[in-house]
């Protein structure tokens, strides 16, 4: 007897869907805790920090190809890896900017916390219509290989390979029915975000700039007294947390369809979710949290799959309204797209018994008597 299948969802499938979104979650959480945990402000110019590495990604492409013959150099042009590092070096560039000439002045001026969150927005909202001037809002649509849409204002645009699906276990003697369906660039970003996190784990413990960088968090002050060049520490800072959110908002790409200015501002919900909900600040708590959002959207999404069937709830709810209320056409809809709010319920309902998060410690204070 084949137990799998005996079992009427792709378990596996969705498992690896649950993998693949924790890990794309996961490499772009990782620059937002590192600012707030060396920095202490929320970095609301991370969304357009993951369009910009969608964007610059995406033109280094179009720079090898018109830049270097096409048959000679086939694996340059399409070697993702490239453009990743590519984009790792430009987003870098611009948090290192977005330093120098706002939060560092802002610093200098004894600005409060507000005031470097509502300048993370406006930077944000500059960086976006800055692409959208340059590229178009949609500057590579791609349908089953084919260019549709938007041509972007400067430059043309260039047919990326689509990824490549990978079945394994599909039609199975003992898995049965229970498949794995994943692309070659799925398999890449779960690779990534893994390195990434054991890199950015040992920096921050083992090496001197990690060193650094706890001491700034902890104290300026003493920080300098000890010996440390903090101005230093925070180019460090904004150049690697900025330049790891665009490595993996070049990998993100690559695995879509297509691309927009806004993406990188969808993505900023679930992301912030998984910061506090992780813990604000705490790496290993985002790692904890990203899988905890994301296997609770993959089964909502089974669950809801399961209601639109056939006799489902669905179909249950609108038969009532229409057979007992003598309502027709009227039913609660349980698409599949819902259930991203999901991970949102978990947090609250989380954040009620545990407000500072997963691995979030609450800051001493002194109440005045």
Not at 89 to 115: C, D, H, N, Q, Y
Not at 144 to 168: K, L
Not at 171 to 189: C, G, K, M, R, W
């Amino acid at each position: 007897m084949v137990i799998a299948g005996l079992i009427p969802i792709d378990v596996f499938s969705h498992t690896a869907l649950m993998i693949v979104y924790a890990c794309t979650l996961i490499l772009l959480t990782i620059g937002l805790n590192m600012v707030y945990s060396v920095l202490k402000f929320s970095n609301f110019a991370h969304a357009e920090f993951i369009t910009f590495g969608m964007f610059t990604s995406w033109w280094l492409l179009q720079i090898l190809t018109f830049a270097i013959p096409w048959d000679s150099t086939n694996f340059l042009i399409n070697n993702l890896i490239v453009h990743a590092l590519f984009a790792f070096v430009m987003v870098g560039s611009l948090g290192i900017a977005s330093e120098v000439l706002v939060f560092g002045r802002l610093k200098k001026l004894a600005a409060s916390p507000r005031s470097f969150t509502v300048a993370s927005i406006g930077i944000g909202l500059i960086v976006r219509n800055f692409l959208a001037m340059i590229f178009g809002n949609f500057p590579k649509p791609r349908i089953g290989g084919t260019s549709v849409g938007e041509v972007p204002a400067i430059f043309e645009w260039i047919i990326e390979p689509f990824p490549t699906r990978q079945y394994f276990f599909r039609n199975h003697p003992i898995f049965s029915n229970q498949a794995i369906f994943i692309t070659d660039y799925e398999v890449l970003i779960i690779v990534m975000s893994i390195c990434t996190v054991i890199a950015v784990d040992y920096m921050f413990r083992k090496t001197k700039l990690g060193i650094s960088m706890r001491a700034t968090s902890d104290s300026v002050e003493l920080a300098q007294v000890s010996g440390i060049n903090t101005r230093k520490v925070v180019f460090y800072t904004w150049f690697l947390a900025a330049g790891i959110t665009g490595f993996g908002a070049a990998l993100l790409r690559a695995n879509q369809p297509r691309f927009s200015t806004l993406d990188g501002f969808m993505m900023l919900l679930p992301i912030f979710a998984v910061v506090i909900l992780g813990g604000v600040g705490s790496f290993r708590g985002g790692i904890i949290s990203a899988f905890i959002i994301a296997g609770a959207r993959q089964s909502t999404v089974i669950l809801f799959t399961q209601f639109q069937s056939p006799g489902g709830l669905e179909y249950m709810i609108e038969d009532f309204f229409y057979n007992i209320l003598g309502i027709k056409g009227l039913t609660i809809s349980f698409a599949p797209g819902y259930a991203d709010g999901v991970g949102f319920f978990v947090l609250i309902l989380v954040l009620l018994f545990r407000p500072q998060g997963i691995a979030g410690t609450i800051d001493a204070t002194r109440e005045r008597v």
